[in-house]
């Protein structure tokens, strides 16, 4: 398969559901540093819901077993996609990291106007985050640490920021807002042409 060939297939497309406001990306960073839009890596992304009902409806009947907090339910995926959206509502630019042996993945990078943000959104009863707690290192880059997760506001020991679930809509929105690059518009008006 050549290279970037879903991108060039796909990606107008993606482009065009994210522009009607029924998905967000969230891209892959080759590296969590400033500034965050040049270590993107807009071949590999995340797609998320840009509204955590539709998703629910998509769900149907087996979403009722995340409302009721099922302890069988894989409820990580749905929690994700709403911290996406909260995040993105509240004027944030999530992207992702992923190390290329697969030991390391953080669920969300921001950047909020001072410090590169790493978060970590936590659903199951094993709340350990050791990819986030790895992010202290300082060949990383990130300022901030975050993990949303059932409990109270609080820091721990390690400079973690925990917040429960709800708790990423209270978050102050960035200080300097991002611009996000407009991909794929050429591709975009010539399917319209």
């Not at 390391?104 to 590169?116: A, C, N, S």
């Not at 820091?155 to 991909?183: A, I, R, S």
Request: negative net charge.
């Amino acid at each position: 398969m050549a290279a970037n060939k879903g991108n060039r297939e796909y990606g107008p497309s993606i482009e065009w559901l994210r522009s009607a406001g029924i998905i967000d990306t969230c891209y892959s960073l080759t590296e969590p540093k400033m500034p965050l839009a040049t270590h993107e890596n807009r071949s590999l992304f995340k797609l998320y819901l840009s509204d955590t009902g539709l998703l629910a409806i998509f769900l149907g009947a087996e979403a009722a077993s995340i409302v009721i907090k099922d302890v069988e339910s894989n409820n990580g995926a749905f929690l994700e996609n709403a911290v996406s959206c909260a995040l993105i509502r509240n004027g944030y630019i999530p992207r992702y990291f992923a190390t290329k042996d697969g030991r390391l993945e953080i669920d969300f990078i921001t950047f909020d106007g001072k410090d590169v943000v790493a978060t970590e959104v936590k659903s199951g009863r094993k709340k350990r985050s050791r990819s986030l707690l790895k992010m202290k290192n300082p060949d990383y880059g990130v300022g901030k640490l975050v993990k949303i997760a059932e409990g109270n506001v609080e820091y721990d020991t390690d400079g973690v920021l925990h917040l429960p679930l709800f708790g990423v809509c209270f978050l102050d929105p960035p200080k300097l807002p991002e611009m996000e690059p407009l991909d794929f518009i050429e591709e975009f008006n010539k399917m319209n042409e």
